[in-house]
């Protein structure tokens, strides 16, 4: 790996040119990425993209006039001092707000870049086509809002904020709600169980416990090997699958908590009080993000986990 202080004129010239083309190349995968749900934001990257495509014909120009046709192929991982950037393609599902951080951060490393670049140089028409560089690229945020203003008009900036909201109950709410029901209700059973069988709130608690974390264990593993979101767009399969086996395991720690107080009939009525408030979370979870209606959550929700509480004090009094 060379420092940048070592490269040639040559050597920085071809350096920007291929700055140049991963950086069009980049554009080009976010806008073919996000196209679908974002499209507006999609057209502003295909800019970004052409102007990235007109700096880099501008730079092969100038190399050609003054070093021939042959460009070496200088890439920034072969020099010290640039940010290592994971692949689009590695990157799936891509986050929006992701996106365009990573946007902001292209352009103001390009920006330094030039900079450098430009104090470096002694030969006229590449300082001049440097600090020319450093200028647009300091337009480039400005000339990325003058984008957005012709394609992210209010009926755009809905339809994304939409499609933004949907993506987020596919691949964080759905499967961190699935988790918590069957935390929050499968777990009633056992842990009231044991602790009516035992009335010892540290039997009651170790029960609880175990159910828990294998409950958030099973439920991560059967979410992630569910499907690998490449066709219903649920996002990557091992972010569901822990986002659902955490959200499992805190529903059935929840109310297993309790049982650390050492009175039996206190940490039983602590208990029932939290799971009335687990309950009522999920039915807010399901009115606010899956357009249940509040007394159809409620209800679904408050009598799944009366009939799983009910069994459990059954079995554990008989």
Not at 210 to 223: D, K, N, Q, Y
Not at 248 to 255: D, E, F, P, S, V
Not at 256 to 277: R, Y
Request: charged residues 25%; proline residues 3%; contains cysteine.
């Amino acid at each position: 790996m060379r420092s940048f202080d070592s490269l040639t004129e040559r050597e920085i010239l071809a350096l920007a040119i291929g700055l140049e083309e991963e950086d069009e190349r980049v554009y080009a995968d976010y806008a073919h990425e996000i196209k679908q749900d974002f499209p507006s934001t999609a057209a502003i990257f295909d800019g970004m993209r052409e102007e990235e495509s007109t700096h880099r014909r501008r730079l092969i120009e100038l190399f050609r006039e003054k070093f021939g046709d042959h460009i070496p192929l200088v890439r920034r991982q072969d020099v010290r001092g640039f940010v290592s950037r994971k692949a689009v393609w590695l990157t799936r599902p891509l986050r929006l707000e992701a996106v365009r951080d990573q946007v902001s951060a292209m352009e103001a490393e390009t920006r330094r870049f030039y900079e450098r670049a430009s104090a470096r140089t002694q030969d006229a028409s590449l300082r001049q086509l440097l600090d020319d560089l450093v200028q647009e690229e300091r337009h480039h945020e400005e000339r990325a809002e003058e984008l957005g203003k012709g394609n992210l008009n209010a009926e755009g900036l809905t339809n994304e904020a939409e499609a933004n909201r949907r993506l987020f109950v596919l691949q964080i709410v759905q499967p961190g709600l699935a988790g918590l029901m069957d935390g929050s209700v499968s777990t009633l059973a056992p842990v009231f169980a044991a602790a009516g069988a035992t009335h010892q709130t540290h039997d009651a608690f170790l029960v609880g416990l175990a159910a828990s974390l294998g409950a958030g264990i099973s439920m991560g593993f059967a979410e992630a090997l569910s499907d690998d979101g490449s066709l219903t767009g649920r996002g990557h399969p091992w972010v569901r699958g822990g986002v659902c086996g955490l959200m499992t395991a805190l529903g059935g720690i929840g109310h297993t908590l309790p049982f650390l107080l050492p009175s039996f009939h206190a940490a039983m009525t602590v208990a029932i009080v939290v799971v009335i408030i687990e309950l009522g979370i999920i039915s807010w979870i399901r009115n606010h993000y899956m357009d249940t209606p509040p007394l159809s959550a409620a209800l679904q929700v408050g009598l799944g986990g009366l009939l799983v509480f009910i069994t459990g004090i059954l079995i554990g009094n008989s």
